[in-house]
């Protein structure tokens, strides 16, 4: 007989503070699904609860109180060193309780997280059908090796069981947010009514820093336009939603789908404002300017660099300062908002390439661009980046500046991050090929402050 699990997924402290905070994603998604399959779910984001979330003891001792039979948590980039301590500490006080890592950062070192974090399972990749597949075989004792998806222990080895299939997107139920007991809690959601979505998962681009393709795969898997607008009416019906931040990698890959969305979005008379990610080759004036209609307020492009020899090395298509600015000059013209996001630092890099990417970026303001994110390019597992130049894979002398967010998280907090060194992605960098780390973060942070 099938009897119901209580299931507790926790987002790990990453930023305590920031200023326009959204809940987590992802974990939502997840939680929807297991909770449509009968589980009892709860999310604790130690974000919100940055005190409880500020120790390994605290964090642990707030998810005692949950009683949970499984705990979920997400698992990236600087969150690691927390989920392998606290993983640690929990198995020692209820070794009962199954503890399931999952996200992209365990997807792609599952075998020394599960070596040195005490946690039961790795949950790889896509994780939604994965997760309720694997709760169903802790509860009814199915076999652990039936689970496709999975990393796990098992006696003094770790096995890795074949991929999932990817899911059908439009196979995914509407994510609850009532979830979450403190949705009004996040700063976004409470002043804005903005919440995360995602329409579509994949890429179909191989740039060599990304690791998209090998996590959500390499073709754009998208919800139909009609289940993007029930979503979406779902939303603003049954949590007030007036903004969305839409998560897509690359929004604006399929126009067709785009106008096909914006069209019944018009069609439905659907007020909400939106905003997007996308390539700055794949927006066109007529695209923009329906977009514009329909509701959006911001496009986000990932220019990344302007020089050709870098543009090749990435992997993207070529596109010259003159097309960038054109398109950013489109977007503005068509009533909305324009950022973009550049990156310090590739392994074949010059002095010569930072400075050009440095006045780019001053250029480009005087252009009205909105907003420009302004990274120092560190090593992500999954990359063909990470694979083929480990070689030059240097520390970081000024992660805090690199990464404002280490600046606001508690000190014994940041003691633990470099305690656990070589799982911090903002504690390294690439050494570039004719400048040395401290004139690269010289020019890099000009930049910013220009």
């Given amino acids: 007989m099938f009897l119901l699990m209580k299931v507790l997924l926790i987002n790990p402290l990453y930023d305590p503070g920031f200023p326009e905070s ?10 929807s699904v297991a909770e449509k399959n009968g589980h009892e779910v709860k999310i604790l984001d130690l974000n919100l609860k940055f005190k409880e979330g500020a120790t ?16 979920g948590l997400t698992c990236w980039g600087n969150t690691t060193p927390f989920v392998i301590e606290f993983c640690k500490k929990f198995k020692s006080i209820r070794p009962e309780t199954k503890l399931v890592i999952g ?15 005490a946690a ?5 990749g896509e994780g939604e059908e994965t997760f309720v597949h694997l709760l169903h075989a802790i509860e009814s004792g199915e076999k652990i090796d039936r689970v496709f998806g999975i990393s796990y222990r098992e006696s003094d080895k770790i096995v890795s069981l074949p991929d999932r299939p990817l899911i059908d997107m439009d196979n995914l139920p509407f994510i609850n947010w009532g979830i979450i007991d403190n949705l009004k809690e996040y700063k976004a959601y409470k002043k804005y009514g903005r919440l995360p979505y995602q329409a579509s998962r994949g890429c179909p681009f191989r740039c060599i820093f990304c690791s998209v393709q090998r996590t959500w795969g390499g073709i754009q898997r998208r919800k139909s336009p009609r289940k993007v607008i029930d979503e979406i009416k779902y939303f603003i019906n049954e949590f007030g939603a007036r903004q969305l ?13 785009v106008i096909k969305i914006c069209k019944l979005m018009l069609k439905e008379n659907i007020e909400i404002d939106w905003r997007v990610s996308t390539r700055i080759d794949l927006i066109d004036r007529n695209l923009l300017n329906l977009m514009k209609k329909a ?31 054109k398109k950013v000059v489109d977007t503005i013209a068509a009533g909305m908002d324009a950022q973009i996001s550049v990156i310090f630092g590739w392994p074949v890099s010059t002095r010569k390439t930072a400075i050009k990417l440095s006045q780019f970026c001053q250029k480009i303001r005087r252009k009205g661009v909105w907003q420009i994110h302004i990274h120092l390019l560190f090593p992500l597992p999954g990359t063909r980046l990470v694979k083929e130049y480990s070689s030059a894979i240097v520390p970081n002398p000024y992660p805090k500046l690199t990464q404002p967010g280490l600046k ?3 000190q014994e907090y940041y003691a633990l991050l470099k305690r656990h060194s070589k799982y911090v ?14 004139e690269l973060l010289r020019i890099y942070a000009d930049t910013k402050l220009m």
């Fill in 22 to 31: 959204l809940p987590p994603l992802g974990l939502a998604s997840l939680a």
């Fill in 56 to 71: 390994v003891e605290s964090s642990v001792s707030s998810s005692l109180r949950y009683d949970a039979d499984v705990i």
């Fill in 103 to 117: 996200g992209e950062y365990a997807s792609f070192k599952a075998e020394s997280i599960l070596k040195e974090s």
């Fill in 120 to 124: 039961d399972f790795v949950v790889r």
């Fill in 245 to 257: 931040d839409i998560r897509d990698d690359t929004f604006t890959l399929n126009k067709n789908w």
């Fill in 295 to 325: 509701g959006c307020k911001g496009i986000f492009y990932g220019v990344e660099h302007i020089s050709p020899k870098i543009q090749r090395f990435i992997g993207s298509k070529f596109y010259t300062e003159d097309f960038v600015e």
């Fill in 408 to 410: 606001r998280v508690p």
């Fill in 425 to 438: 992605p903002d504690f390294w960098m690439f050494r570039s090929k004719d400048i040395e780390p401290n």
